[in-house]
Each structure stands twice: as structure tokens, then as C-alpha cells.
């Protein structure tokens, strides 16, 4: 008989909060923990009606899930969702930090100081304050762990009006190994860095010529999808991955090598 997800990662149980886990690759890492047997707060800002929906198909597959609204871009919203968290489960074993957006593209002497703190705010203040607010929480869960999303664009600069998001994304690559040593022992922190991923972010941000370009420098020739995002998150949030703290998972078919 094949192993169950729930017996080959052993999160059966455990307590995750996915952060934007309405859409795209929060969506499939909050679909892939339940699976796997985690209870799971699907987080989300503007998208209430894919979160709910993402939660209820949880549901309707025998897991457990709930969701929670929160702008985490302030730190009062932040502190909102972990209270409701320590209110319901009274201890956090999982955080994923996902939200984030490039807001749009332009190049840094045009942008006015609106986008530049809206680029800050979503993609550093969100995971600053989340990490802030869950870390009491975290240190009361068995087997915590903290888990943030960077891209490859922290590796390359961006460019193309992305200068601005790939340095923030480069500020979280940064960050995860400080606090791999800041939290250790008590709390794992590891990372991902997805490269050109299908989701809403390529759909709204790049054209379909820019999409086909960066899969023909691909050396795996495609785009990659939230699903295999996903499946590295879960094996990162799991005891098989008890050894490894401070690392980022790069997910981009070969486009970017360390």
C-alpha cells in the first residue's frame, strides 16, 4: 500500500497559517498542508471569495480549514489575525509567509513615493509584522516552522520596471537566514524562490511574449505551476525536513543556478 501524505510528511494535526492562500501558490501550499493533514487559516486581503472557496473545498475533502481578512501591509491587522489564531488554536506550528505583489512595473525614477511604499508594505512590512505577531505562538507549537516566499528575481535584480519588488524579494532571502539563527532551536525558518510560475501575479505583470520568452530560457522549456511550489513547501514544513533551517528552495527549472 502507498504511504498517505498525512504518514509520509507527519504534519497530521498541526496548525498553518498561509498567508494570500486564497490564489496561486499560497492557494496550492494551503491545499497540499491539508492534504497532508494540517488544519489550516487561509489568510487573504482583497480575495475573500477564492479563500472561502479554497477553505470550503478543504472542507468538502475531509480536511479542516477556516479563513481570516487582514491587511498585514499594517501591523494592527497583523496582530488581529494572530490574536484570532491564539484565540482558536492557542499555538502555531506552520507560517507561511506568501503575500506579496510587484503592485506594477516602472522604472525606479519614476516612481512616485506611493509605489514605493505600497512595494515595501505588501511584500516586507506583511512578512515583518506576520512573523512578529505568530512568533509567540510559534514558540508554543511542537516542530515550528517559518516558511517565506522570495523569488528568483531577488538572484537577477529584476529589472523590465521590477527593480524595486526583486530587491524586497532579496531583503527576504536576507531575512530567512537571520532568523534561521535568531529563532533556532525553537522555530525552523527556510524559504522558497519560484521563478516563473503560472499564476495570477504572470498574468497580470507580463505579457504572453514576455511568458514565452522566459520559458525558452528555461532550460526545463516551460513555465513551472503552483503545484510544484507547493510540493517543496510541504516537504520544507515537514520532520523530514527537521535538519534544515535557513535555506531557500530554488523553484525555477534551471533559469537561475546558485
Same mark, same amino acid.
Given at each position: 500500500?502507498?504511504?498517505?501524505?498525512?504518514? $509520509?510528511?507527519? /504534519?497530521?494535526?498541526?496548525?498553518?497559517?498561509?498567508?494570500?492562500?486564497?490564489?496561486? /501558490? @499560497?492557494? &496550492?501550499?494551503?491545499?497540499?498542508?491539508?492534504? %497532508?493533514?494540517?488544519?489550516?487559516?487561509?489568510?487573504?486581503?482583497?480575495?475573500?471569495?477564492?479563500?472561502?472557496?479554497?477553505?470550503?473545498?478543504?472542507?468538502?475533502?475531509?480536511?479542516s480549514a477556516?479563513?481570516?481578512?487582514?491587511?498585514? =501591509?499594517?501591523?494592527?491587522?497583523?496582530?488581529? +489575525?494572530?490574536?484570532?489564531? %491564539?484565540?482558536?488554536?492557542?499555538? $502555531?506550528?506552520? +507560517?507561511?509567509?506568501?503575500?506579496?505583489?510587484?503592485?506594477?512595473?516602472?522604472r525606479i525614477?519614476?516612481?512616485?513615493?506611493?509605489?514605493?511604499?505600497?512595494?515595501?508594505?505588501?511584500?516586507?512590512?506583511?512578512?515583518?509584522?506576520?512573523?512578529?505577531?505568530?512568533?509567540?505562538?510559534?514558540?508554543?507549537?511542537?516542530?515550528?516552522?517559518?516558511?517565506?516566499?522570495?523569488?528568483? &528575481?531577488?538572484?537577477? @535584480?529584476?529589472?523590465?520596471?521590477?527593480?524595486?519588488?526583486?530587491?524586497?524579494?532579496?531583503?527576504?532571502?536576507?531575512? =530567512?537566514? @537571520?532568523?534561521?539563527?535568531? #529563532? &533556532? !532551536?525553537?522555530?525552523?525558518?527556510?524559504?522558497? &524562490? !519560484?521563478?516563473? /510560475?503560472?499564476?495570477?501575479?504572470?498574468?497580470?505583470?507580463?505579457?504572453?511574449?514576455?511568458?514565452?520568452?522566459?520559458?525558452?530560457?528555461?532550460?526545463?522549456?516551460?513555465?513551472?505551476?503552483?503545484?510544484?511550489?507547493?510540493? %517543496?513547501?510541504? #516537504?520544507?514544513?515537514?520532520? @523530514?525536513?527537521?535538519?534544515?533551517?535557513?535555506?531557500?528552495?530554488?523553484?525555477?527549472?534551471?533559469?537561475? +543556478? %546558485?
Amino acid at each position: 500500500m502507498l504511504p498517505t501524505l498525512q504518514s $509520509l510528511f507527519g /504534519i497530521s494535526g498541526k496548525r498553518a497559517v498561509v498567508t494570500g492562500g486564497g490564489k496561486g /501558490i @499560497g492557494r &496550492a501550499i494551503a491545499e497540499a498542508l491539508a492534504a %497532508a493533514g494540517a488544519e489550516v487559516l487561509v489568510h487573504y486581503h482583497r480575495s475573500k471569495d477564492a479563500a472561502e472557496a479554497v477553505a470550503a473545498g478543504i472542507v468538502a475533502s475531509g480536511g479542516s480549514a477556516c479563513t481570516f481578512g487582514a491587511d498585514l =501591509t499594517q501591523s494592527a491587522e497583523a496582530d488581529a +489575525l494572530f490574536k484570532h489564531v %491564539a484565540e482558536r488554536w492557542g499555538a $502555531l506550528n506552520i +507560517l507561511v509567509n506568501n503575500t506579496g505583489d510587484l503592485v506594477k512595473r516602472a522604472r525606479i525614477d519614476t516612481l512616485d513615493d506611493a509605489t514605493i511604499e505600497a512595494i515595501l508594505r505588501v511584500n516586507v512590512h506583511s512578512t515583518l509584522y506576520s512573523i512578529r505577531a505568530a512568533s509567540p505562538l510559534l514558540k508554543k507549537g511542537k516542530d515550528a516552522c517559518i516558511l517565506n516566499l522570495s523569488s528568483v &528575481a531577488a538572484h537577477h @535584480g529584476g529589472g523590465n520596471g521590477a527593480v524595486l519588488y526583486a530587491s524586497t524579494k532579496g531583503l527576504i532571502l536576507t531575512l =530567512t537566514r @537571520g532568523l534561521s539563527k535568531e #529563532f &533556532a !532551536p525553537d522555530i525552523r525558518v527556510n524559504g522558497l &524562490a !519560484p521563478g516563473v /510560475i503560472m499564476t495570477d501575479f504572470h498574468r497580470t505583470h507580463s505579457t504572453p511574449a514576455t511568458l514565452e520568452a522566459m520559458s525558452n530560457a528555461t532550460p526545463l522549456k516551460r513555465i513551472g505551476t503552483a503545484e510544484e511550489c507547493a510540493a %517543496a513547501a510541504l #516537504f520544507l514544513c515537514s520532520p @523530514g525536513a527537521s535538519f534544515i533551517t535557513g535555506e531557500t528552495i530554488e523553484i525555477n527549472g534551471g533559469l537561475w +543556478l %546558485a
